[in-house]
């Protein structure tokens, strides 16, 4: 909750290796926010205004009326990260951000894919849909709707074999994260 | 009660003395309310002008400053004092009428998106969406404005729900989750930074206005004084540590001594104190400082390692950990005597290069001079404050501040038109003080308006207008950095600055000789009520002297 605190003295051999502080992988970031007007509008103002990239973002009710929660990823080869979260402490609307270590973190994506399904084609559109685990949510004489949830990689590995057969459309919620373990994320 | 009339009471509750504002449509309730409060309300000529009044006054004072302003323009024209008590950390108050609820988002007569157009420049901002938050939202503001590093808020509250009829309770205590600035520094940093600067060899003190925010000063310089370290300070902490003194090097940065920007060079240890590392004080930031380790102190854990990587970040308000840090240091019983060398270099380079000027042989006022007469004339003891470019740069090279507040000027924004409005909310906030505005004849036309305020109200300040006729600081880097074409910066021999002060109702006086200047200027400041003097100074001084931008700090010319 609140700022962060005193971090523990750093050697100079960390500090070098901090380099900035730029990790080079995705980092999904997890932000309670108080659900008060303009709270996103915060978050977006600031990072366009740092220049920090957004690659994804969804935000959400909880268990709590009163507060929502933000997940959003942020490249950690473009951005030092400590920057971002420091910077996002200072909003007053922020209760709480965790920066989720990927291999404690159940992650899921949900997309749905529009895709063409003409005659002999349809067959090998069900046959992927299948093998992705994907659920045909719509069906037209042309074309077929596939619903895909798991980690980005899978969306993304489906992507690549829906487009060949004839990608329509896509769209993607962009990811919410989970902490594994009793403890709250 | 109606919830303006709450609004009133909260002020009261939070100590407010004085509010600067202007009346319009949306804020007619606020205005209404004013009648019977027995607060009391300075009418400005310009919104503007009122915002920078209440930094003025909350520079000068430490307390909080509260600025108001109708919806739509009235909210567009206090944008500029937000951005600038936000990049300065002044706390602000600003309290903003909004077109009723009804016609928001309508486009409706005189509607802005107050809070849209302010975001990014707040440190947070309420949108009063029921009458019945009022009174939280506004103790809030004033709780969010002062702790912590301080800043600029803003409350805007529409003319409906400004309105309406209130069961006001009194709000004793304000909880924001999301908001618990850490103030105590972390004992294990503190013990690690003592123990650094037991054993630097070349260690330099690097102040900023946080220091002079948190009230640290005498912190500072007793810390100082334990073992001699040098002290130097940028444009914002001037004051800070009492000028001149052995240990002051002089401010550092752009237009800093020498002595300061070698010393920070060549130092193996560098302790910032309440700065922000900005480019105006580092430079080329890859030749900043090679040979140093730094220890970070501020209120802000977001200032810490965002330019400048710290060795020792220290977290917390300044005087805490200054206090703390003394009592560490004290203990370690350092050997003074390792500082030797280093104050012979120091020494060394403060004899080659003391900050000069070529004095005029013809009875041409030199800027600098001014400033040195004016500082003789104040006894050195008033509070100054500037707009921005050359004069700025001169006033605070030239007249050395001895103590915290005195010195007021816009730092992080640059804003011309600063100083004069500034003034005017600093004596009010110090009626007993001596308050004069070094200002450029450039910047002073900026928000001269308020001259007319000072005359209504008997605002009693001396403006001293440095008058070059020239941007002047724009001419400067033109000629050095733009083969001397000058373009748009020749502001002629207008306005007549004598006629105009007395059109406003002011004193209006205008000095060209060097003799007698000091004399004149005593007199001048002697005058009952405001006044404004046009001193006329050689007209292509520099200032020097400089690290051109983006440079090294060892490659400083002039």
Redesign the interface.
């Known amino acids: 909750m609140g700022e962060p605190g005193t971090q523990e003295l750093l050697s100079l051999e960390e500090l070098e290796a901090a380099g900035g502080m730029r990790t080079g992988r995705k980092h999904v970031l997890s932000i309670l926010v108080e659900d008060k007007p303009g709270v996103l509008t915060r978050i977006a103002g600031l990072f366009a205004r740092r220049g920090f990239n957004i690659d994804t973002l969804t935000v959400g009710p909880t268990d709590d009326l009163s507060v929502s929660r933000i997940t959003l990823t942020v490249d950690g080869a473009l951005h030092p990260i400590d920057h971002v979260t420091k910077q996002l402490h200072k909003l007053i609307n922020v209760l709480k951000i965790r920066d989720l270590e990927p291999r404690d973190t159940v992650s899921r994506e949900l997309a749905l894919f529009k895709i063409a399904a003409d005659g002999p084609q349809r067959a090998e559109v069900l046959q992927v849909c299948e093998i992705f685990r994907g659920k045909v949510v719509d069906v037209g004489r042309r074309s077929v709707i596939v619903e895909v949830t798991g980690t980005t990689d899978k969306i993304e590995a489906f992507e690549a074999m829906a487009r060949p057969l004839g990608l329509i459309e896509m769209m993607r919620t962009g990811e919410i994260a989970i902490s594994r373990g009793r403890g709250e994320t | 009660m109606r919830a303006v009339d709450a609004v009133m009471e909260c002020l009261k509750a939070e100590g407010v003395e004085v509010v600067f504002g202007l009346p319009g449509g949306a804020n007619l309730p606020t205005y209404d309310a004013f009648v019977d409060a027995g607060i009391r309300h300075i009418l400005v000529r310009h919104e503007a002008g009122g915002g920078h009044a209440a930094e003025g006054y909350a520079k000068a004072t430490g307390r909080v400053g509260v600025a108001m302003g109708t919806s739509g323009p009235g909210a567009t024209n206090l944008v500029t004092p937000i951005m600038d008590a936000m990049m300065d950390s002044v706390p602000v108050v600003f309290i903003t009428g909004q077109v009723r609820t009804e016609l928001l988002g309508t486009d409706g007569f005189q509607e802005a998106d107050t809070?849209?157009l302010t975001?990014?420049a707040v440190?947070?901002?309420w949108?009063i969406?029921h009458p019945l938050e009022i009174p939280r939202a506004i103790h809030e503001a004033f709780h969010?404005a002062r702790t912590g590093r301080p800043g600029p808020v803003v409350v805007d509250i529409p003319q409906d729900l400004s309105r309406a009829e209130i069961d006001y309770q009194p709000v004793t205590d304000v909880k924001?989750?999301?908001?618990?600035?850490?103030t105590e520094?972390?004992a294990?940093?503190i013990r690690?930074a003592a123990k650094a600067l037991a054993t630097a060899r070349r260690p330099v003190f690097y102040v900023g206005g946080g220091v002079v925010n948190a009230g640290a000063a005498k912190e500072l310089t007793d810390l100082a004084r334990l073992d001699r370290f040098p002290v130097t300070a940028t444009l914002m902490g001037l004051g800070a540590y009492p000028a001149p003194d052995p240990l002051w090097l002089g401010m550092l940065g752009m237009h800093g001594t020498r002595a300061a920007n070698y010393a920070m060079d060549e130092a193996d240890l560098i302790c910032a104190i309440g700065a922000r590392f900005d480019d105006r004080i580092t430079g080329k930031l890859s030749e900043f400082a090679p040979r140093a380790?730094f220890i970070h102190i501020d209120v802000?854990?977001?200032e810490i390692?965002?330019n400048v990587?710290?060795?020792?970040?220290?977290?917390?308000d300044a005087r805490h950990v200054l206090g703390r840090l003394a009592t560490e240091f004290r203990a370690l019983e350092a050997d003074s005597s390792r500082l030797d060398a280093w104050w012979e270099r120091i020494e060394g380079w403060r004899a080659k290069y003391p900050l000069r000027y070529e004095e005029s042989t013809d009875g041409e006022i030199k800027p600098q001079y001014m400033v040195q007469a004016v500082y003789e004339a104040t006894g050195g003891d008033a509070i100054v404050t500037t707009d921005v470019g050359q004069h700025q740069m001169w006033a605070a090279q030239y007249y050395h501040f001895d103590q915290p507040r005195k010195w007021i000027n816009s730092g992080g924004l640059g804003t011309m038109g600063f100083g004069l409005p500034a003034a005017m909310g600093a004596k009010v906030g110090c009626p007993d003080q001596t308050v004069v505005c070094i200002a450029g004849d450039g910047s002073v036309q900026m928000n001269m308006q308020e001259l007319a305020t000072c005359a209504q109200e008997g605002i009693d300040i001396k403006v001293l207008i440095m008058n070059n006729g020239y941007l002047g600081m724009v001419r400067q880097w033109q000629e050095l950095f733009w083969d001397r074409r000058y373009s748009q910066v020749d502001m002629g021999n207008f306005p007549d600055f004598v006629k105009l002060a007395e059109a406003y109702g002011a004193t209006g006086l205008r000095f060209a000789e060097k003799a007698g200047l000091v004399e004149n200027l005593r007199e001048a400041i002697a005058t009952p009520g405001p006044v404004m003097v046009d001193v006329r100074v050689g007209r292509e001084e520099n200032v020097y002297p400089m690290i051109a931008p983006g440079q090294a700090a060892r490659d400083m010319v002039g």
Do not use: F
Not at chain 2, 176 to 182: C, D, E, I, S
Not at chain 2, 309 to 316: L, S, Y
């Open positions: 809070l849209g975001m990014p440190k947070h901002s949108m969406q969010v924001l989750p999301g908001y618990q600035p850490t520094g972390n294990k940093q690690q380790k802000d854990p977001a390692s965002k990587p710290a060795h020792i970040p220290i977290v917390g």
